[in-house]
């Protein structure tokens, strides 16, 4: 059975700093490994999507890695900023049916 | 991009009434929706997967005479909590993809609170 771990699950960093959130998952049978944003009782935001044959994504200041074989992701996120504290959200999808098991997420905090 | 609407975005109800919460795909026909539960600081955890047309494929662990699940059309799926209580209180979202959708990203509603007094 598929599970997804992120560490740490809380972050607090001050703006500016560059930080990596981590993503780990037991079974490396995987379609893709979707990063999210979720912002406080609201709805996910996709930030960058890495299907399998990928290393890495990238958009702005994201960085998405994958190294499938070792189970892992990294979410990087540089010079950070006050609108960057939400929480992210991996999650990745074994079957390539869209069903995605979640990992519990990383709270960041981004402090002016 | 692939909108998914969801409605409403908060709920309060007593303890036994029932709460309906629809997820619309407002730019292409969604022929499956997931609806996924989410509960304080813990993961989203799939409940169920709807095809339109047929009936939904629930997750080990979800009572499907609890949580109602219609996909009656390609642009709209409605999830209903019968008889809630108060541990059904989560923040409840669902997600949409289409007929041609494969290995590509996933769009989601906005999510919906619902608490039960």
């Known amino acids: 059975k598929q599970e997804v771990t992120q560490i740490p699950a809380a972050l607090s960093v001050p703006e500016g700093e560059n930080l990596v959130l981590n993503c780990s998952f037991t079974?490396?049978?995987?379609?893709?490994l979707q990063w999210f944003r979720q912002d406080p009782g609201k709805g996910l935001t996709s930030l960058l999507l890495?299907?399998?044959?990928?290393r890495e994504q990238t958009s702005g200041r994201l960085n998405a890695s994958l190294d499938k074989s070792s189970g892992r992701s990294t979410l990087y996120i540089a010079a950070s900023q006050p609108g960057d504290s939400a929480t992210y959200l991996c999650a990745v999808d074994g079957s390539n049916t869209g069903k995605l098991i979640f990992g519990q997420g990383t709270t960041l905090q981004v402090k002016p | 991009g692939a909108v998914v609407s969801q409605h409403p975005s908060r709920v309060i109800c007593k303890s036994g009434t029932s709460v309906k919460i629809e997820c619309r795909s407002l730019d292409f026909q969604a022929t499956t929706m997931f609806w996924y539960r989410q509960f304080p600081k813990q993961s989203l955890m799939l409940m169920a997967t709807s095809n339109e047309g047929s009936k939904a494929t629930y997750e080990q662990g979800v009572e499907k005479d609890k949580f109602l699940i219609n996909h009656a059309s390609l642009t709209l799926s409605t999830l209903t909590v019968t008889s809630a209580h108060p541990e059904d209180s989560s923040f409840y979202i669902c997600?949409?993809?289409?007929?041609?959708?494969?290995?590509?990203?996933?769009?989601f509603g906005s999510g919906t609170q619902l608490s039960v007094l």
């Open positions: 079974d490396s049978a995987i379609y893709n």
């Open positions: 890495i299907q399998s044959s990928q």
């Open positions: 997600s949409a993809i289409g007929r041609e959708w494969s290995n590509e990203k996933l769009f």
